[in-house]
């Protein structure tokens, strides 16, 4: 028995009679070696495991407008998607992505159950990957236990070590790629291979590294059952019509072995042959005919595993399928199923989250791709300047959001004969980038009472030829012009 996987004795002693009695403090992991299976559902599963990494390892080295297409430059504060820069001032952007995410997943689960844990997580994708490494090196899940139980020789450390390296080169490497997110992955190669990485950079490589590494390659199912909280309130949106991975008990007991020329009716057997493949193929090691347990990631690997002993065996395929209780319990069709899938719950999540992408679309298309801010003088309310004229200071921040180069013009209203000084105007912004102004404001003493009064500010933008934009290219921001 391995060191960590130990059974610490606790002793127990009854007020009557002093006995000594031991009890586990917690239950020994019992490490799972799942079987290789093919079927329509791990075709999904590894299709989805294609996309997934398709798209993070390669967005970083993707190039757009002379940098890299998507970069979460922080310290910066810009965040550059494709043709979209996103500033600070944008944050309501990624909060409607999260609450778009999150009634997404209640909407799959409702309809489909842990469609998110089954195909697409983090967690399943590098699990797969790293048991895809651990069956090429070290074979078949029979091979690997008796590889794991016998005593260390050269051809076991050679395989350890062979399996180990793999999972710890993919496992930074892709902590590089994540870093590469938000420091420009070309400088990070760079900064990698001439050993001159920041120290955060640094951590955050080894610290993402490792994280996979544990959680791909040791933890495993650990992850799911014990650490992840979806596991633990993802039955709250499950009810009767959700499409969930179900074991037909009236066609499948009582189980048991038989020949495949048997006439298992007679014997009173069911459709279940015990063969187990359907244990043996969990990644989390549990038997789904024993019920629904929240330990069920919805992978499918039951229903592919048991789909092949049905078709060895001239039985129909389904013992194990996609079903809903209703569904097995009233032995409803397909189309019976179809008709329950719009019930108030699905209904209510889809038609928020269409209400939610359609206003954050349409927010975003009709965005003003520039944003002003006005600040007064804090040195001095006002004063008096040549001519007798009373003057007003701001400062505006004009933040150019696209990567255009544009032009700017400022002009003020609310007081009579209220004009700008002080300024060159047009003022001329490069791509994406910010500029603090100086600007005066003055107006004719006998042109206002004494006192506060409100003013608006209208900044319009041109492109850099001085050809004028739309007049949703147009900001006003209002302010206060004070006379003494």
Known sequence: MAAHDRVIPLTVVAPDAHEDHDQDLYEVRKKIYPRAVTGAFARW?????????????GA???????????????????????????WPQDFIYLTALLIISAFSLFLFTAVAGRLWCGYACPQTVYTEIFLWIERKIEGKHLARMKLDGASLTARKFFLKAVKHGVWIALAFWTG?????YFTPIKVLSGEFFTFTLGGWEAFWIVFYGFATYGNAGWMREQVCIYMCPYARFQGVMFDRDTLLITYDQTRGEPRGSRSKKADYKSQGLGDCVDC?????????GIDIRNGQQYECIGCAACIDGCDQVMDKMGYPRGLIRYSTLNAVDRHFGWRDMLKRVFRPRVLAYTTILWIIIAAASVTLFLRVPFKVDVIRDRTALAREVEGGLIENVYRLQIMNTEEVPRNFMVSASGVRGLRVEGSQQPLAIGPAATQMIAVRLRAEPE???????????????????GNPQPDIFSIREKSMFYKP
């Open 45 to 57: 599963r590894w299709a989805t495991v294609f996309i997934t990494q398709l798209v993070f390892y």
């Open 60 to 86: 970083p080295w993707l190039a757009w407008n002379e940098r890299q297409a998507v970069l979460f430059d922080l310290a910066a504060r810009k965040f550059y998607i494709f043709g979209l820069v996103l």
């Open 176 to 180: 590089f790629t994540f870093v590469g």
């Open 276 to 284: 187990d493949i359907c244990v043996q193929v969990c990644p989390t």
């Open 447 to 465: 042109a206002i009472e004494k006192g506060m009064h409100r003013i608006e500010f209208h900044v319009v933008a041109s492109d850099a030829s």
